[in-house]
């Protein structure tokens, strides 16, 4: 290997190695995002059931989350540069496998291997911010901006999906990612030199990845299952045990077999990486589902256009994006904590807001208020938790870090997504009754279901304000990352 340091990079390739990440965040978030605006769309068009739809979120998401720390122990170990290129070329493929499925299977199936691509992709991208810009202020800055790629992204998905899906096809949503997807490799290829952590050991538990997304995938789908058959049948209860058997076996692993394990139970001793990873875990949770009920509020209970739901969305795009940056600046003035415990105050007064919908109300008196205010906390809340999630880390554990917090985020947020949903879902049909409902009785009971899902989300999000206590009262130092960065790290 070489000598050279990714942090002695010229200014002008560090730009575009800093674009370069920004952009493949962006897309890995996204396609989290973009597909909420057509999921009506998708539902008419390939026969979805009520049940089966939310797994066009939920595959990507638990696949992304599951294999997210495999992805990143795989860029300290092989390179980031051929791990980021073997991620845009992995969701690239599934994208267009994505945009000529005729059937809910290939969708589904698709959006799992997108989102093994996005586990492989994301924490190479962070881990690049990180250890190409390793002077504690430069970092922040840089961070700002790969987490306002990151806000950018789920905030501005709503509304190119509207667009996409109205002027042309639901199909669409996946055939953008392709230009970017080749743009991306060809960047990568001419600007991004390859880096690793040079060690002997080259030892990936797979073991570990498999038995946690097979967990996680098992407890969801026993969550999604009870809205249909309680949560006392024998089917959601074998699912919940089998749930629970391989997270158990996930930890076993972790402590017992693996060599080198994906999650080192120790460094959760860390205070800053758990309180962090516990903050969020849940906004993910209270977060994630926001966008898919204000999505299926604002096109099927007020009967808006996908297009014109997807620029309703455009405050909150905006205000996420502000929110990122402001937060950036602030980091190294306040530090991660008092920014992280004030972000999701705001999100809880925000979802606390937004509960109080009802049917006959509109986007301007309902809406738009309290989305732009959780969208303003989302985008406060992503600097900071970053920030402290990786503060501690020495750069040869960047690719550990980075890949918990976001597997973290991403767990939360498929765990209340489907929690969430089976809340209003299960308050809807208690509102509706026995009979035959009238098209105003089931928008009045569907409104009323958001709400309640609405209101335990701004719980959520006030146990995420909560659990930012945990992190240490730290402010960023350059002496301390600087002395950080000058360990282990090597261009290939």
Known sequence: MSSERAAGAPSLHKGAILALACLGQFMVVLDVAIVNVALPAMQRDLDFSGTGLQWVVNAYTLTFAGFMLLGGRAADLYGRRRLLILGLVLF?????????????????????????GAAVLSPATLTIVTTTFTESKERARALG????????GGATGGLIGGL????????WIFLINLPIGVGGILVARVFLPESRRPEAARSLDVAGALTVTAGLTALVYGVVRSEEHGWTSAGTLACLVGAAALIAAFLVVEMRVATAPLVPLG????????????????VGASMFAMWYFVSLYLQ???????????VEFLPAAIAVIVGAQVSGRLLSRLGPRPLMA?????????????????????????????????ALGLGLSFPPGT????ADMPPRDAGLASGLVNATRQIGGAVGLAALATIAVDHARAVVGPGAPSPAELADAATQGYSRAFLVAAFIALAASLASLVVPS?????SGAAAGAGEGERLG
């Open 164 to 171: 996409l899906t109205d002027l042309l096809s639901w199909r």
């Open 342 to 374: 004030g972000a999701t105050l705001l999100c809880a007064g925000g979802l606390l807001w937004m509960s109080g919908i009802s049917a006959s109300g509109d986007y301007a008196s309902e809406i738009a208020g309290p989305l732009t205010l959780v």
């Open 267 to 282: 460094r959760l001793r860390s205070r800053a990486l758990a309180g962090a990873n516990l903050t969020m875990f849940c």
């Open 145 to 152: 901006l790969w987490s306002a790629s990151l806000a950018a």
């Open 387 to 390: 920030y402290a999630a990786t």
């Open 300 to 310: 099927e209970v007020l009967g808006h256009s996908p297009l014109r739901a997807g």
């Open 474 to 478: 730290t402010r960023p130092r350059a």
């Open 92 to 116: 690239s493929a599934a994208s267009l496998v994505c945009a000529v499925a005729q059937g809910p299977g290939e969708v589904i199936a698709a959006r799992a291997v997108q989102g093994l």
